[in-house]
């Protein structure tokens, strides 16, 4: 409804204007006193009943039939009645009277400002509205009508004949005309999944299957940006974060607008003596010349009040250090040289990209505490720099009250901004003939009604509407009501709920603070008939039959009952209810088999299945459906699953782990494929890769690890996995890798415990091949030189695993100092191979002395008694005749041997263990093996 002066603004040359509209996105901006006339145009009285006869209006008038079913044939009967207008004309006139009830309806369920005319008395023919009686059962059996694979729409909602021509007109009479056609019909029908209680797989596919038509239009830069905007918008709504994430940076290439988060120096509390690192968004419009004298617009702005926190951050001059500035995005010069303290007004629709942005962040973990640091400077940034859009200030506003509900200093402006908000929205929204407030008294308020300064035309509230994330008025009063009862305010709470007359979210309220049978009672009141005689009898039991009809929340009121008392009978009565279309039904039921004793495993299969079927864009239920195929060991069908698991959602680390182990156990083919030859027809056996499976798993893992990188366990699956791939085809690097992340996550904790020594040493073992590829080693024409490892190649890793990462945790481990040994033999390093077996043997008797000298063991002792023989022979003889690597001498110098006292060395550690251990072991096999040890050393 905003004006616009590219449109004139009587209704001939709006008309006139249509045939432009084909190759546009935006559809014509109508202005409010258009409203009214295009609504009484002759075919608008046809189209909307008011000639129609009595008896078809008396259909309506019953219930039989929807209004909006009525709207939708008369139109379609209108199209092919002849008269004075061509079809194009009806064609354009039928859009502009959907549009002018659309608009209409946003204003009064979203934005505000009050209708300047009641919606029943325009739209509906006399005989519908005349009566209250039949005013309301008409307008009941629209809102029932809206209920889509059993999520119903809010009972009360305002001026719903409105949306009946919306989406009659726009949606269900509609024909793939001209694009504004298809964007107006995509925004409708997101419109109406706002307005169920859960999203829904068959509104979604039609609204993405518009989307997918759109995206491939050709758009100047401003539709693009604007598109990609709304597109974010409805990812967010659905839940895909990466994507909405895709589209916004996108947005912002394309409209040139840098923006970064970044750190400055400042004080954020009041008794701060020194400025440190602040995050802030730095932001600026790349027209930002012509924002500059737009004057800020919006709601009242609440004072935080706080008595340590200042108002808003104070930004000192000077620059923050590279430490302090580890998060952050990349700042252009032009964002460097902004005043963090006095930043320039932003275009309207950049102003919505941050909120946009900040909407996606918080999406998926809004309580998460780095998640809202990062979220609250974009909703400030919007605040501070003061948009020139009311609904959009609005609407940052609402994020940041959002991001402060988490926080002890700020939760009190948030809730009292929130109920501002909610205040201003019903104040603006309120119509005479507003169920939910005449009803029940009113809504409850906090404070002072909005002054009319803080206000706007309904002409700035919706000029932007399609690209904020914008909330109807009774979801923003839910969440209101939701923010109490997570600050302890029940009674307040409670009293929202029952005013919305939102039973089940009431009913949850007093289950959640264990008043279970209040919360049933609430519940049976909407389901069942009463015992006795009134209905309105606080102590009235409601234990009679089912009533007839149910609402249209009885399959959510069902689950709710299901939950509470745990009765698998309520979630079946709900599918059946719901027609076997409401999918959180059987979740419901699945999770209820999931928790018996013991697990029914194959029914929660089949109940995740069937709800799957309803909604095949659930990733929570992709999930569990995967997770219990793996306990059932159907582990195809569980690859499948996480398949379709992360398909959804890319991002999810442990669906991508999950995925790796049904893959690794899955079946291998059980024969070759063929291929036939089309000119020979011989008949050949493709080769297959014996580790496909391995492969394929292991960069399931890899995505998991690159997700979830602090998760060890994933870490040490990305080992085992590439580890268990034999040589040659083994992925060392991958290896690696896995065990160093291992030691750097776990080091700490469990020392050398981490380390895999079996994969260890099967890493060194591949140092001794290494000599077979010439692009790793470089080689001397001497063959009795060391090789010179390349670095960045893999036994470069190896050794750098080895020597920054593992030989710092070695304590007690004798087999760890042997692969020590083994490296520095590679290295040409014969005095480190040396002090390594010293240590390897030192290790072995700290580790078994207790058993093998003080409690008579043979067993640790026979373990001594071989690291013995180990360092004699494979140490000190082989290494201690060696020169030592590390000395530089002359040529008429000799050489300094690595040990020239070796025997020495191997008689003393010889005779030392023949020592200690002679009482318990002298004339038993190991001490034999000693004494032949020191012959071969002593030479006798």
Request: aromatic letters at 6%; proline letters at 5%.
């Amino acid at each position: 409804m905003a004006e616009s002066p590219a449109y004139p603004s009587n209704l001939d040359s709006i008309f006139d204007a249509a045939s432009p509209l084909k190759d546009r996105l935006d559809p014509i901006r109508l202005t409010t006193a258009n409203i009214v006339p295009i609504l009484n145009l002759p075919l608008s009285h046809q189209v909307l009943g008011h000639n129609a006869s009595n008896e078809c209006l008396a259909q309506v008038a019953s219930g039989e039939t929807s209004y909006t079913t009525f709207v939708v044939n008369q139109a379609r009967a209108a199209l092919q009645t002849s008269d004075d207008l061509t079809t194009e004309q009806k064609q354009s006139q039928l859009l502009h009277i959907g549009l002018a009830a659309l608009f209409s309806f946003l204003q009064s369920n979203v934005t505000g400002p009050p209708l300047e005319f009641n919606s029943a008395q325009i739209i509906l023919p006399s005989t519908l509205q005349s009566e209250r009686t039949t005013l309301k059962t008409v307008r009941a059996k629209i809102i029932r009508d809206l209920t889509v694979d059993g999520e119903a729409a809010y009972k009360l909602t305002p001026n719903p004949e409105l949306f009946a021509v919306a989406k009659a007109l726009l949606v269900d009479a509609s024909s793939d005309g001209p694009l504004v056609a298809k964007t107006v019909r995509m925004r409708t029908n997101f419109l109406h999944q706002k307005m169920l209680s859960e999203v829904t797989s068959t509104l979604q596919d039609v609204i993405y299957k518009d989307v997918e038509v759109l995206s491939k239009a050709e758009l100047d830069s401003d539709e693009k940006g604007r598109f990609l905007l709304e597109r974010a918008s409805i990812h967010t709504h659905h839940g895909f974060d990466v994507k909405a994430r895709e589209d916004i940076d996108q947005a912002a290439k394309v409209r040139k607008f840098e923006f970064a988060l970044t750190g400055r120096l400042g004080k954020r509390t009041k008794f701060q003596d020194r400025d440190i690192s602040q995050l802030v968004v730095l932001a600026k419009s790349a027209d930002d010349g012509t924002t500059q004298s737009s004057e800020p617009s919006g709601p009242k702005n609440l004072d935080l009040n706080d008595d340590t926190l200042l108002e808003a951050i104070s930004f000192s001059d000077a620059k923050p250090d590279e430490q302090a500035l580890a998060i952050q995005d990349k700042v252009s010069p032009a964002l460097e040289s902004i005043d963090a303290n006095n930043q320039p007004i932003l275009h309207p629709v950049d102003s919505a990209l941050l909120l946009a942005l900040a909407s996606a962040i918080t999406n998926t973990s809004p309580e998460n505490g780095l998640t809202r640091e990062e979220t609250n400077p974009y909703a400030t940034r919007v605040l501070d720099g003061g948009s020139s859009n009311w609904q959009i200030y609005t609407q940052a506003l609402l994020v940041r009250s959002r991001v402060e509900g988490y926080r002890s200093r700020t939760v009190e402006r948030a809730v009292l901004q929130m109920q501002a908000l909610v205040d201003q929205v019903i104040a603006d929204t309120a119509t005479s003939d507003d169920a939910a407030q005449t009803e029940s008294g009113g809504p409850t308020t906090f404070l002072p009604r909005p002054e009319q300064t803080e206000s706007a035309p309904a002409a700035e509230r919706l000029e932007h509407i399609w690209i904020l994330n914008f909330s109807t008025r009774w979801s923003l009063e839910a969440e209101l009501a939701k923010r109490w009862v997570d600050l302890g305010g029940l009674r307040t709470a409670l009293e929202i709920y029952e005013r919305l007359h939102m039973w089940a979210e009431a009913a949850l309220c007093y289950a959640a603070t264990e008043r279970e049978s209040k919360a049933k009672h609430m519940i049976r009141r909407q389901l069942y008939q009463a015992t006795g005689p009134d209905e309105n009898d606080e102590n009235e039991q409601f234990d009679g039959p089912e009533r007839s009809p149910l609402p249209a929340d009885a399959p959510r009121l069902l689950c709710i009952m299901g939950d509470i008392d745990k009765d698998e009978k309520m979630y079946e009565r709900a599918w059946a209810v719901s027609g076997e279309r409401y999918a959180r039904a059987q979740r419901s039921l699945a999770r209820h088999y999931l928790t018996s004793t013991p697990p029914e495993l194959e029914k929660a299969e089949e109940a995740y299945k069937k709800s799957l079927h309803i909604n095949r864009l659930n990733h929570g239920a992709w999930f569990a459906l995967g997770c219990v195929q793996l306990e059932l060991q159907k582990w195809q069908e569980a690859t499948d699953t996480f398949t379709r698991t992360v398909q959804l959602d890319d991002t999810d680390g442990q669906a991508w782990s999950n995925l790796a182990a049904a893959m690794l156990r899955a079946p291998e083919p059980e024969a070759a494929p063929e291929v036939i030859d089309e000119t020979t027809g011989e008949v050949t056996a493709v080769e297959v890769d014996p580790h496909k499976r391995k492969r394929e798993a292991l960069s399931a893992l890899q995505r998991a690890a690159q997700l979830k990188g602090t998760d060890a366990r994933i870490w040490e699956n990305v080992l085992t996995v590439a580890a268990s791939i034999p040589p040659p085809a083994t992925p060392f690097r991958e290896v690696i890798t896995a065990q160093r992340r291992i030691i750097e996550l776990l080091g700490t904790k469990q020392g050398e415990k981490c380390i895999d020594v079996r994969i260890l040493g099967a890493l060194v073992d591949f140092l001794n091949v290494a000599f077979e590829y010439e692009d790793l080693l470089i080689r001397s024409d001497d063959p009795a030189e060391a090789p010179i490892v390349r670095t960045g190649t893999i036994p470069g890793q190896i050794i750098s695993l080895i020597d920054q990462h593992v030989v710092p945790l070695i304590t007690h481990s004798a087999i760890l100092w042997q692969i020590v040994a083994r490296v520095e033999v590679f290295r040409g390093r014969p005095y480190k191979a040396f002090e390594a077996h010293e240590k390897a043997w030192r290790a072995t008797i700290a580790a078994n002395a207790q058993g093998a000298f003080q409690m008579g063991d043979e067993k640790p002792w026979l373990e001594i008694v071989r690291a013995t023989e180990k360092l004699v022979r494979d140490g000190y003889a082989k290494f201690g005749p060696m020169d030592r690597e590390d000395q530089k001498v002359g040529d008429d110098q000799e050489a300094e041997l690595v040990a020239k006292d070796w025997r020495f060395k191997a008689r003393s550690a010889v005779r030392g263990i023949m020592g200690k251990g002679k009482e318990f072991w002298d004339g038993t096999e190991g001490w034999d093996r000693l004494k032949e040890l020191q012959s071969e050393v002593t030479g006798n």
